[in-house]
């Protein structure tokens, strides 16, 4: 469980985390958004023990991260933002300094270490310095020394940050692999991975929270929620009756005049009654879909009006 | 005390993992080599002391430990590893003082190479070898000395160079506190007690006093006082800085 009670930090007269509370329970992946500067990676060090509020709380699994740091950083696992790692060693001596520290010792040290690599592919670079990896392989060695002793609490700042697409899969599957019995948050400005990974997402912007709920929740917030695409020939007589529906805020055409998009009026479900219709006049339909909405959208709009 | 240990082999071994130690301790024995034959005039002193060598020790750390030191928080915070470190379970105590110590063994090592002069000395006469073993510990304590301010000063910026500048400059008023340079200058507006005190903490003084073969526990005392005070120093600039 992290607890964060009214946390703060200002530099100078920069507020960069204004109050921020929120607590995530075990076997919930948090998402953590937020346009550039808004404060995440700000309140991810304070979380960490890294750096120390101006005001406010924050406790892991009880642990007072100010009180009794060394119990909450044994509880915690870390992926700094741009994962850094010590550029003179090669990735087996990292990660074995960092089993060290963790307190692994003997055979069930290399028991860890043989499983983490394994996980995360790291076999073919274990000898090779880690000034000389990829950034994606950097990445990778950052993810496994954060889990190598399967903390209960995984903090990562940006975890696909820099990965192509397969490793950014893999880091996805590893996440959905490790996230019943644990707390994961992670911080990110990808928003298909938030629908991809979490099963909560907290938006900020000038170090406050501005909302906070599942994916879907956060996307029902969008007008895009429940609304109907479809794509046929006769798209503007089409367009003209839909939008005469009662249930119809608004229809969109799309930029190439065969495709429109109803919006409906809040919380009125438009499936029913456009099926009806397109039943009545027989419309040929190529393609016909309802949308869950937009994280982008919502995104914008929450943040929008803080960013201005 | 584990962790230090684990801490303090990680940061040792990183001194070798890169040319930087070979290069150290090549010039650090070449250089003390030169001072002590051509300077020194070790052979045409014809006495069998190593005065010669270790008179040149406070000049030669001068320039050698601020090199040594530049790197060890300035290279932490400058590549984010800092972070990395500070959310591990470790205490501030236990980084400073693991990353310092083993900082100072590498200076341990590259004096301890020096051996061969001792050797030659007790080849061609019969040295005070209670003299040359005070002179070592001497010596040890100064480079520590040194290596504590510089390893300070690295906590302040992320910039090595910076560090290495500002650190030769702080290690050189500590050197030459004693000399009337100083001493004059701060003579014209501060009361006798403090330009004395000004006096009192000159590195070169409590070196020289050492390097006679007189262990003083003053002179030894002064040496760990100062290590302290600037590592305890080290950890709260380290504090204060990490966030920027």
């Known amino acids: 469980m992290i607890e964060v009670e009214q946390l703060s930090k200002r530099f100078g007269s920069r507020l960069a985390v204004d109050e921020l509370s929120f607590t995530v329970a075990s076997g919930e992946v948090l998402g953590f ?13 304070m979380i960490t023990g890294f750096l120390r509020p ?3 709380k924050a406790r892991i699994n009880g642990h007072d991260i ?14 700094p933002e741009g994962a850094p790692g010590y550029g003179d060693m090669s990735v087996l001596q990292f990660l074995t300094f960092i089993a060290d520290i963790r307190g692994l010792s003997g055979t069930q040290r290399q028991k860890r270490l043989d499983e983490v690599i394994g996980e995360i592919h790291l076999e073919d670079v274990l000898q090779q310095k880690i000034d000389t990896l990829s950034k994606g392989f950097r990445r990778r060695v950052g993810v496994a020394q954060a889990i190598l002793h399967d903390p209960k609490v995984l903090i990562m700042d940006e975890p696909t940050d820099g990965l192509d697409p397969n490793q950014k899969h ?3 599957n590893l996440i959905h692999g490790m996230a019943k019995d644990k707390i994961i948050v992670i911080s990110t400005h990808i928003l298909e991975e938030v629908e991809a990974v979490c099963s909560r ?3 900020i912007a000038h170090g406050r929270l501005l909302a906070d709920g599942t994916p879907e929740q956060l996307m029902a917030r969008s007008r895009y929620h429940g609304a109907v695409t479809l794509e046929l020939d006769n798209a503007g007589k089409a367009a003209e009756l839909i939008g005469q529906l009662p249930e119809v805020a608004a229809v969109e055409t799309n930029g190439d005049e065969c495709r429109i998009t109803a919006l409906p009026k809040q919380g009125q479900s438009l499936m029913p009654t456009i099926s009806r219709l397109l039943d009545q006049h027989r419309w040929p339909v190529r393609e016909l879909h309802q949308q869950k909405g937009r994280l982008d959208e919502v995104f914008r709009e929450v943040t929008g009006g803080a960013a201005a | 005390m584990n962790n230090i240990v684990i801490l303090f082999k990680r940061e040792l071994k990183a001194y070798f993992a890169t040319p930087l130690a070979y290069v150290f301790i090549v010039i650090f024995l070449v250089l003390s080599g030169i001072f002590t034959f051509y300077l020194g005039n070790f052979y045409e002193r014809n006495q069998a002391d190593l005065n010669s060598f270790f008179i040149f020790h406070p000049w030669l750390y001068l320039f050698l430990i601020p090199a040594i030191a530049m790197r060890v928080w300035a290279d932490e915070r ?6 990395l470190l500070f959310t591990l379970p470790i205490t501030m105590g236990q980084a400073v003082l693991a990353k310092y110590l083993a900082a100072w063994a590498f200076v341990a090592i590259a004096l301890g190479l020096t051996f061969p002069i001792w050797l030659t000395v007790n080849y061609l006469g019969n040295p005070d070898n209670g003299v040359i073993l005070a002179a070592y510990v001497g010596s040890l304590l100064m480079a520590g000395c040194y290596l504590a301010i510089g390893v300070c000063i690295s906590a302040l910026t992320k910039s090595q160079v910076i560090a290495f500048i500002v650190g030769l400059t702080v290690c050189f008023l500590f050197t030459m506190s004693g000399f009337p340079l100083v001493l004059d200058f701060f003579r014209g507006w501060l009361p006798g007690v403090l330009v004395d005190m000004v006096a009192s903490l000159s ?6 006093a050492i390097s006679r073969g007189v262990l003083d526990l003053r002179d030894v005392v002064y040496f760990i006082v100062m290590i302290v005070a600037w590592l305890y120093a080290c950890a709260i600039f380290i504090d204060m800085k990490k966030a920027d």
């Not at chain 1, 500067?37 to 309140?43: E, I, N, P, Q, R």
């Not at chain 1, 100010?66 to 992926?79: D, H, S, V």
């Open chain 1, 33 to 45: 958004l937020g346009p550039n500067g808004a404060g995440k990676s700000t309140t991810m060090k």
């Open chain 1, 66 to 79: 100010q009180l009794e740091p060394l119990a909450a950083k044994r509880e915690l696992g870390y992926l």
């Open chain 2, 78 to 83: 400058k590549t984010g590893t800092i972070e």
């Open chain 1, 54 to 56: 101006t005001a406010g």
């Open chain 2, 203 to 208: 590195v070169l003084t409590h070196f020289q």
């Open chain 1, 201 to 203: 997402a907290i938006i």
């Open chain 1, 170 to 172: 893999e880091v996805r």
